[in-house]
């Protein structure tokens, strides 16, 4: 659950500066992942487990109300349902401090009892808001069985060669991929230089989102940048989940990668306009909507040797 607070600016260390409103909004990336699938017209099944309490309760209802197959969400008997607290600034920056609560209750048994969900998916979509091991286990299941993989490595941490080889897809932010390299990446030729690094050590597909400047694709034998729209930001909370859910269901429906991420941007960019998490991110008729409204022109994007 995510515990909204906005203000002017975010506070200095130390700092207390006075808010002009509150909000309690559902939130977690893998619910905001799942409902921007589901949101966009795809067909997608949970699993992850929350607290008997309030929150959890809360949580489970509103994702069904879009659709989201939620058989595979379980009850923790030990933790409370995660929560998030976020502070957003006039400018639609956030900080966010996550409080992992149930989610790092779920074992390799949790998985394997709902492993049927595993098996009869396309697509896996993994974030690092459950323990790192499972998250190995689940990546190591689900390649046995041929799956494609995306990997949002978010609350970033430093991954070992047998994340970052087995994962399709692996899509950071640039804070979180100044963390899985460790070189920093303040412009774009940075995050080119950072992203080599990672296909070097054995990334197959590493897509980069970079906000307002859009996002970065690049394997071993291309590197292209697409750039984003120019929109009236209101809050970024969630259009990195929101990009990500885009890429997921345009990939699930047959497209290209090209067109996945072209598709993911126009997604992420519609989200920052709207407060919130999950209730920012557009539907598949609010896009189409825009892109008629944008005109027939695609995204262009520049490739880089």
């Known amino acids: 659950m995510d515990l909204v607070v906005r203000t ?20 977690g990336k893998g619910a905001n992942q799942a409902t921007a699938v589901a949101k966009l017209g795809g067909e997608i099944s949970f699993i992850g487990k929350v ?26 008997k030990t933790d409370p349902t995660g929560m998030a607290s976020i ?42 808001e459950i323990p790192l091991e499972i998250v190995k286990y689940i990546i190591s299941k689900a390649k046995t069985l041929g799956k494609t993989v ?15 080889e087995k994962v399709d897809f692996l899509i950071p932010n640039e804070t979180e991929l100044e963390i899985l390299t460790g070189i920093n ?31 970065i694709y690049i394997d ?27 890429f997921a269901t345009f990939l699930s429906k047959g497209a290209e990668i090209d067109e996945a991420i072209k598709f993911a941007i126009k997604v992420g960019a ?10 920012s991110i557009p539907t598949l008729e609010e896009v189409t909507r825009w892109n008629r409204y944008q005109g027939s022109s695609a995204i262009s994007g520049s490739a880089h040797s």
């Open 87 to 128: 502070t957003v600034d006039d400018f639609g920056n956030n900080s966010i401090v996550v409080v992992s609560g149930a989610n790092f209750d779920i074992t390799k048994e949790d998985i394997d009892s709902k492993f049927d969900m595993i098996t009869s998916a396309e697509i896996i979509i993994l974030q690092l």
């Open 51 to 76: 607290g008997a309490d309030n929150f959890g309760e809360e949580l489970t209802k509103k994702i069904m109300v879009n659709k989201i197959d939620t058989s595979g969400i379980m009850i923790s």
């Open 270 to 279: 519609l989200t920052v306009t709207k407060h919130g998490a999950q209730v």
């Open 150 to 164: 995306i990997l949002n490595p978010a609350p970033a941490v430093v991954l070992d060669s047998e994340v970052i």
């Open 185 to 215: 990446s303040k412009s774009i030729d940075d995050v080119i230089l950072s992203s080599r690094q990672l296909i070097e050590k054995g990334a197959n597909k590493l897509i980069v989102t970079l906000g307002e400047k859009g996002a």
């Open 8 to 27: 002017t600016r975010i506070p200095k260390i130390g700092e207390t500066v006075i808010g002009v409103g509150f909000d309690k909004i559902p939130g």
């Open 220 to 246: 071993r034998a291309e590197i292209k940048h697409y750039p984003s729209y120019k929109v009236n930001v209101v809050d970024t909370t969630a259009a990195g989940d929101a990009f990500i859910g885009g």
